[in-house]
């Protein structure tokens, strides 16, 4: 590709792939019912790839929502995660999943769950010699699927994000919520008890007015996403 500038053309110098490849072990692993490891500079892009997506669909839903396809090809896991935010797109899907989160530095590597990393808003356990390293993470198998409120489709931040994850196995459905509280927060119902989940999602929440919505906006549209991810999930 070329453009012109005053007359004359110039080369458009493109960036190579910042990512990493999913290595065929992962895919394996996490298809066999195992631990997984996803690495950190993991590219929403990436996300989104089929073999994965097939493994971890609300993550690779909540990754088609993060800005343009610019960003996509940029933005890692590993940067929403050291951000902190309760706004980020991949914390839902991947608390709803259980994940855990590696941290290495020159004194070992240690791991924590997700719910246990953020400790706030643009803050978490990662101490200041350390680097997320990785997200370990057992896919479920169970139906799951992510949706997001904003006031537009794309390039915005969640005013309130959801996903849920029904977990036959373990005989529960898992959510998690983004944007209202001061970290993304899972609730856990037994499956006989599923339909009691959108009223448990509006109780755990504690959304804030901003100049994005008001704090009962946001949990009137957290019950509603929860009424109709669980119906998504128990349809497929």
């Known amino acids: 590709m070329r453009m012109s500038f005053l007359g004359s053309k110039f080369p458009l110098i493109q960036a190579p792939m910042a990512g990493v490849q999913l290595s065929a072990l992962t895919i394996a692993v996490c298809k066999a019912g195992g631990l997984g490891s996803l690495p950190c500079a993991m590219l929403s892009v990436e996300a989104m790839r089929a073999e994965l997506a097939e493994l971890l669909p609300a993550l690779a839903e909540a990754s088609r929502t993060v800005g343009s396809p610019q960003i ?17 797109d991949a914390l839902p899907p991947l608390l709803a999943e259980r994940a855990e989160v590696e941290l290495a ?6 791991t924590l769950p997700l719910e246990d990393f953020l400790l706030g808003v643009k803050r978490t356990a990662l101490a ?22 904003g006031p537009r489709n794309a ?21 998690a919520f983004g944007s209202a509280a001061v970290t993304a927060k899972r609730v856990t119902v037994p499956l006989a008890e599923a339909a009691e989940l959108p009223d448990l999602i509006a109780e755990a929440a504690a959304p804030i007015d901003d100049v994005r919505a008001t ?12 009424t109709r991810t669980l119906e998504r999930c128990v349809r497929s």
């Not at 530095?105 to 240690?110: A, F, K, L």
Request: glycine residues 14%; positive net charge; contains cysteine.
């Open 72 to 88: 996509r090809n940029r933005g890692t896991i590993g940067g929403n995660l050291g951000t902190g935010s309760p706004a980020g």
């Open 155 to 175: 390039m915005v931040i969640a005013i309130c994000s959801l996903a849920v994850v029904v977990d036959t196995t373990e005989g529960e459905v898992r959510a």
């Open 215 to 226: 704090a009962e906006y946001r949990r009137h549209a957290l019950r509603v996403l929860a």
């Open 128 to 149: 200041g010699d350390e680097l997320v390293t990785a997200v370990r993470i057992m896919p479920s198998g169970g139906a799951q699927t992510f949706a997001k409120v």
């Open 105 to 110: 530095s020159v004194s070992g590597t240690r």
